[in-house]
């Protein structure tokens, strides 16, 4: 595969002109509502119970597997964000993003055409990647902040916010102090992520809350709640770096402070489960978690992505024996 931009500039244009635009839900937020944030529980046992559920139940009939499969793709932040990346390994995860999978699979599943949902890179990796995509349609989101940790100075997060999007990036992932949470500084959490909020000025913001270091579900209801209301447009789980990253139990509690949000607001906010999931079975219980708990709206990528670098390797060699069994019709209806 190429490692070059496909298209020059004027090329682009006319391409993205033809291309159908992802609309991507803004959230405006609130006030903080302390009331609200302090009435925010989370029932660990019980949480942990439904979770333990969603394993051991066939979460897509086999039939429509495949299909679902191909709507995981759609829905990948397909992501590096290693100390050795290279532009070169950049621009082949843009090729990959472009064409997720060989093209004679799609064709037999009736699905050609699809990409994957962004590309996420550092922020040093940005104008590779928005060269290596033009055209296509398909964002790019910077990690800012001092991602991982984010303990660089704040007007240095704030900084770095806006030099990626001066760079090119249509999404910024932020990730939170973690030491506001931990210590019950709500106000702080909140200040902050409004600060991020407007340095991303026309950009989609993902807040990154690390639940592997917040303590306890709890705290993650709380400080899910605080970055809707400051105006994340998504919650993500993890960076991918702490030692436990998105799992079932958290992912019930943000879907459902994203639920409560909703329904408190009528403001749509995203989902996105990052760390660990490699699995192309394990995508499909995340998808079955959210269809349950938040209906078939959610399932589409302004509001769900997955954050994984290794999840597309799987789903093809999945998509593979598909094709080479017995599923081979078209499956695009099956889909919204
Ligand atoms: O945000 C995305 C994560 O860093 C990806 O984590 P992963 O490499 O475990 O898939």
Known sequence: MSDK???????????KAQLPQLTLARNPGMELDMDWVMRAQANTSAIER????????RSVKKAFQAAWLCKAITLIDLTTLAGDDTEGRVRRLCAKARQPVRPDLLKALGMEGIT???????????????????????PVAAVSTGF?????????????????VKAGADEIDIVISRRHVLTGNWQALYDEMRAFRAACGPAHVKAILATGELGTLQNTARASLICMMAGADFIKTSTGKESVNATLPVSLVMIRAIRDYFEATGHRVGYKPAGG?????DALLYLALLKDELGPRWVQPDLFRFGASSLLGDIERQLEHHVSGAYSASYRHAIG
């Open 5 to 15: 931009p496909v298209t020059t500039k004027a090329e682009s244009a006319t391409a």
């Open 50 to 57: 439904r979770a333990a559920t969603l394993p051991g139940r």
């Open 116 to 138: 994957t949902g962004a590309v996420c890179v550092y922020h040093d990796m940005v104008p590779t990647a928005v060269a290596a995509l033009r055209g296509s349609n398909i």
């Open 148 to 164: 991982p940790a984010g303990l660089s100075p704040f007007h240095l997060r704030l900084a770095e916010i806006e030099e990626s």
């Open 277 to 281: 999931i490699s699995k192309a079975k």
